[in-house]
DNA sequence: GGGAATATTCCC
DNA sequence: GGGAATATTCCC
């Protein structure tokens, strides 16, 4: 019975009901909505033109076309005395002075408070009429209890009587209200976390593919990174146009303030040397290839880092710092003066000039944790790559260094990031609404709270992973960006520590005019660019006239290489989506459209100090060079810090306590 | 209107009824006798023998072939309940002491002391069950009659007065308690906001680094794309264990059907080519390099992409099936022979060794738009890099090859694009949660829906907004694996192509040994595997042996590199954290402390495996190669599936109809 | 089997 | 527009 009972209603059920007291709202609502919308019946029946009543325009078809597509009858009379039983009334007719033949002007209007255009979330406020006269369980106690009542209090009593019905009425809705509510939360919280598992699910793969090039770049770094001989051009025949590059000697100073100063004098010594920027004095240092880490310790072995091929340049001796002394070269290594070009001796940077090894940089880092590695390499590969012009590694090397991710993340108000912070206040709120009735003090007994307001399926093992999600992943997210950020400064540093100027290598692609992605090689477009390099800037500053995209165009990049000799021979585009189409500022949205405009887009701060002056006269090394990486990191890490204390309040009592949350809870303490 | 209603309802009604006081009989009741009379349904339902009870037969059938003739709807359910409102009971099966399946033997029997065959006239003695417990007009009657009482009553009755205000204020409370909830919704709809636009960087991120991945691979590609020579060994001092591999040859067959076969034959034509293998005849081919893209569009350039360089190394006459000729050495260009090493005839690629050329690969790949690309770069990098012996490039390679992602893209039920596939069929669900009470029929107008539920400040740009993200950041996702699977492949042909076996390269990280991260450079290790490569075995297919982690070690490897020449010069370990820390069998969780408790961990399959013997014979390829990953992203590709429905399940009061609802509506109709 | 809410009909 | 009975659905 109940069997056949259960098989045969079911396919009855358009809308899953709630556990509880049935559906929200009751389908005559739902389907009456659905028929105004309709267009398919927009002849018959139709939202006014405000949205806040609806038309039947010829009642009689209506009755035969449309009502028994959603009910289970057809007679208009039926459907009016719903709309009655809801509350609807009819909005008779304005200027219909004249009665015209009913089926020609014949037309209904029919209006709820609660029944507009867009808004089915109101509909669960429109309340059928209950069964007249029919007085609830407590009513009716209240009833009989007074029915011994003065005359005059029976009649204020029946009135009351009314009230409390609509008393009753009113919880019924609200009970009702409150459980679409917990639903829906409930529902929330299960795409939050699909969502946050995604959000890993990205952040391992984002970390992966970081590693990967970071390997990529710890590799090409030991294979070009030491070398610093430009005159190969007697050894590998080159075009003069190439060979005007390297002729100049890299020199580049990177003067945002408060990304890091850094100057870099590769070939300081070198007779044609101009030193009409103001070199401070001090030792040449090369930088060091960062390798971000996400759950680095840092070791002994992480300082200590023997590097043979850079011990082929000892450290001046005020050096060292911070680091322990570079160890000598490897006796079986072959140095770099083994190098088969004849033109060893100037490739052979300048003897003053100081190896890879770890500056102010590192100790200041944001992540404590990561530690340089001093780049090494066969020597063999080495002297093999030597041969190559200074201006083909340039490019090279450039087309590796600008296709990074340019998000300066320095301010905790920029970039989506930021956008964490602006959840924040609404925590004390949440947490209400999730644990109610858990008082703020009570940070270990977990309860059902709102959302097990009307039934208990185990609310808690939701909350405890939901919590753990949310702020486990926003600490992923945080590691991404960081990490990102970090990869930026690798390679910047990785290529200003060959010699060469990223900003400069980029300038086709992120200049000051973002519009022509080709390189530019031309002999005058080695001059120092006093900007702060395009990976440095934020791509959202288009303000300013540097905002270039940060993408390098790899193909035209190539193209220019080898259009340079061979004109004819174009490299061909390949349509990567960023190499063509974005060459305007943008650089963070590939879609925006999809931006919410709920979500303010936050400007990052040095939107507003781009065009602060460089500091001059400070050209050496700064220590401030992976400022801002580490800012970035920095920000990026406060995200959970801001954001999850939101979450972790709200996030009840079995909410994993995760780092973030740690200092309001002590805060609870007190 | 009242005509209407009666020329709507008369077909319904087979008896007229009376004016007075109603029907003197039910409909019901009168539908039920004629039914059981009507001889149409003998078949189903019936009178007794005795005619003082009524069988049905079969109630399935009876429902939909009986019931709907003659009331509105075909639910046994409500058929039985209306027999319970009148009074009828069923009869328990005489004989039945065993339990038969329900379908065959079930009949039901109802009897009622009025319902007899033949005597209609009883019906109207069958009373219909009066609302339970309803005190109707007589209750509050009854209690307006007891007004007239003593004044403790009355007393009684203003202790009622203060229980009405409490309520009223009960309810005030439980009003703001709602307005809460609501703002706390609200906010939770922003952070799932932010969830996605934090995706959305992710994705953005993502691409970029795949970008410079491409950018990378494709700069190695010119770079060592063309080296076919391995004879170096002369020029650049190795030690005999290097040297094996390389004499080896590298001959690899692979053959995926889905992803297209192709042969690599990078040596023929060289004297001491083993061609124990059979190679299949026809012209020795390169692979190319694709480059992944997310909104790549073939161009016809993408084709022709003449190359320079590689015409330095004029293709054979029947080559460019595929691709035009490329266009001859520009008179400019120095030739490879100008090399200045003193092996330079010896470092010029095999003259009949072909150039990178589009293959059939590229032809069928997986991802259409993906359009190839072949690589170019300057042949006095050619002729440098050509100096390094195999044995070195071919470590290098694999420590670039192998630290990526090793999920096949052949197939489209494997890996997370497959997650889309499986996840579009939730979209609608997914749709209806976050629009429920959208209407289906409802295409142009926007609403609020659930998430907008008590105040509505722009309801609608958020759900669109939402949606958008919703469905596009999905899409991001696939792209980003896709993107992934694709270098992946890239790599591996990329590898391939240059004479090396991406798996055996691999051999130490992601071989049979998941445990053993070194490199096992020994000769007998460069035996050509007939096996297909990793990345074209479709990661489900195989439930056979070896899982590895597939991370590569790349300090390792340096460690070996640099430690086979010069022992006591270890490559610093910089404390990555897949450095050291994952060679064990996870791959896809770093942080394994961050994963939701409640999404449940999944076992990836190799982890059942790991301890699986190698199969004899089979040293560095196995099928399975890739399999530990694909399941796991299987797995999480499965999450949106599981979890959304449930979504729209919970779906809430202003659900909209789903599909499900549809049937059940036109059946109404019937 | 029955309580209870909604749906439909009929009637005023 | 609404009272009231019956009808249908849903749930326990």
């Given at each position: 019975m109940a069997t056949g009972q259960v098989a045969l209603a079911r396919h009855r059920t358009p809308v899953p009901v709630q556990k509880s007291s049935r559906q929200v709202v009751p389908a005559f609502l739902q389907k009456l909505h659905e028929m105004v919308n309709d267009p398919n019946n927009h002849e018959l029946i139709r939202w006014s033109e405000a949205g806040d009543s609806f038309y039947v325009l010829d009642h009689e078809r209506f009755a035969r076309e449309v009502l028994g597509r959603w009910f289970k009858h057809q007679n208009f009379a039926s459907f009016v005395r719903q709309l009655n039983m809801y509350g609807f009334h009819k909005i008779p007719h304005l200027q219909q002075g004249v009665l015209r033949s009913d089926t020609d002007t014949e037309f209904w209007n029919f209006a709820h408070a609660n029944f507009h255009r867009g808004q089915p979330d109101l509909l669960c406020l429109i309340q059928r009429k209950k069964q007249s006269a029919q007085p609830g369980d407590e009513v009716v106690m209240d009833l009989r209890e007074t029915n011994s009542a003065t005359p005059a209090q029976a009649n204020s009593f029946s009135g009351q009587v009314v009230d409390i019905h609509s008393i009753v009425n009113g919880i019924a809705a609200i009970k009702r209200h409150q459980s679409t509510i917990s639903a829906e939360l409930n529902e929330l919280k299960r795409s939050n976390q699909l969502l946050w598992q995604d959000a890993m699910d990205a952040r391992t793969k984002h970390q992966k593919q970081q590693d990967t090039i970071n390997r990529i770049v710890k590799f090409l770094a030991g294979v070009f990174g030491n070398r610093a001989n430009p005159h190969k051009e007697d050894v590998v025949e080159s075009n003069p146009s190439r060979a005007v590059v390297p002729r100049r000697k890299s020199r580049f100073l990177i003067e945002d303030g408060r990304t890091g100063k850094v100057t870099f004098d590769n070939e300081k010594g070198v007779p044609d040397n101009d030193s009409e920027m103001g070199d401070p004095p001090g030792p040449t240092q090369y930088p060091i290839i960062e390798t971000p880490q996400s759950i680095a310790s840092p070791t002994p072995s992480d300082r200590i880092s023997p590097d043979p091929f850079l011990g082929a340049y000892p450290p001046p001796p005020h050096e060292a710092s911070h680091i322990p002394q570079q160890p000598t070269q490897s006796p079986s290594l072959p140095t770099p003066t083994t190098d088969a070009t004849p033109s060893s001796a100037q490739a052979t940077p300048n003897p003053k000039a100081t190896p890879f090894q770890p500056t102010d940089i590192i100790g200041r880092?944001?992540?404590?944790?990561r530690s340089p590695v001093n780049m090494e390499f066969d020597p063999r590969i080495q002297v093999v790559l030597n041969q190559l012009t200074p201006a083909q590694i340039q490019q090279l090397l450039s087309s590796l260094s600008h296709t990074l991710d340019p998000i300066p993340t320095t301010d905790p108000s920029s970039s989506s990031s930021s956008q964490l912070t602006q959840y924040t206040p609404s925590s004390d709120l949440f947490n209400q609404f999730i644990n109610p009735s858990s008082p703020r003090h009570d940070t270990h007994v977990p309860d059902g709270g709102l959302l097990s307001f009307d039934d208990h399926h185990d609310p808690m093992n939701l909350q405890e992973n939901n919590m753990g999600n949310v702020s486990k992943s926003w600490k992923a997210t945080a590691d991404i960006e960081r990490d990102v950020n970090a990869m930026n400064t690798d390679l910047d540093t990785f290529i200003r520590g060959l010699g060469l100027d990223p900003q400069h290598l980029a300038a086709g692609s992120a200049?000051?005019?973002?519009?022509?992605?080709?390189?530019?090689?031309?002999?005058?477009?080695t001059h120092v660019d006093p900007q702060p390099p395009p990976s440095l800037v934020h791509p959202d500053t288009s303000s300013s006239s540097s905002g270039g995209d940060p993408i390098f165009d790899f193909d035209s990049f190539l193209n220019s290489f080898a259009g340079s000799g061979h004109p004819d021979t174009a490299f061909p585009?390949?349509?990567?989506?960023?190499?063509?189409?974005?060459?305007?500022?943008?650089?963070?949205?590939?879609?925006?459209?999809?931006?919410?405009?709920?979500?303010a887009q936050p400007l990052l701060p040095h939107q507003h100090q781009q065009g602060a002056p460089p500091i001059p006269g400070v050209r050496g090394v700064s220590p401030a060079t992976a400022k801002r990486k580490s800012d970035a990191s920095e920000l990026a890490a406060q995200l959970p810090l801001q954001a999850m204390p939101a979450l972790t309040d709200t996030g009840t009592a079995t909410a994993t306590p995760t780092a973030a949350s740690k200092p309001s809870k002590r805060r609870r303490n007190k």
């Open positions: 880092s944001v992540t404590p944790n200049g000051s005019s973002p519009s022509s992605p080709s390189l530019h090689l031309e002999p005058d477009d585009t390949d349509g990567e989506p960023f190499s063509a189409a974005n060459h305007g500022p943008i650089a963070l949205d590939p879609h925006p459209a999809l931006h919410p405009p709920a979500v």
